[in-house]
């Protein structure tokens, strides 16, 4: 069982940094597949990042390629999401993923392939 705690969301002017923090407080990410999704009102989850396992294969959507890293401390069970040059339309709730370690590469961008979810933290771009 793996519990996860976000942190780290706010409100930032566009061309901001933000970074997310997701701690698993119960479990481990050690061999795990790690992601951070996000939804905006009225909108479906969409993928933003994910560390395959190890944490070497590194996962970006399309849209935040060049502004966004993820990253992981196996030894502090944390994962974090550095958001730079922020946009409007990345103003969502970011939650943080976890796996059961069976997930298989081709299926790392579907929601619905990870076992474990954070409770969500709002991040709002102003304009």
């Known amino acids: 069982q793996v519990q996860l705690a976000e942190s780290g969301g706010g409100w930032v002017e566009v061309g901001g940094t933000l970074r997310l923090s997701c701690v698993a407080t119960?479990?481990?990410?050690?061999?795990?597949?790690i992601a951070w999704f996000r939804q905006a009102p009225g909108k479906e989850r969409d993928f933003v990042a994910a560390s395959f396992r190890s944490g070497s294969n590194l996962h970006y959507a399309d849209s935040v390629k060049g502004r966004f890293t993820i990253s992981r401390d196996n030894t502090k069970n944390t994962m974090y999401l550095q958001m730079n040059g922020l946009k409007p339309e990345d103003t969502a709730v970011y939650y943080c993923?976890?796996?059961?370690?069976?997930?298989?590469?081709?299926?790392?961008?579907?929601?619905?392939?990870?076992?474990?979810w954070g409770q969500g933290t709002q991040v709002t771009v102003s304009s």
């Open positions: 993923a976890a796996d059961n370690s069976r997930l298989i590469l081709s299926s790392l961008r579907v929601g619905e392939r990870y076992d474990y």
């Open positions: 119960e479990g481990t990410f050690s061999r795990r597949t």
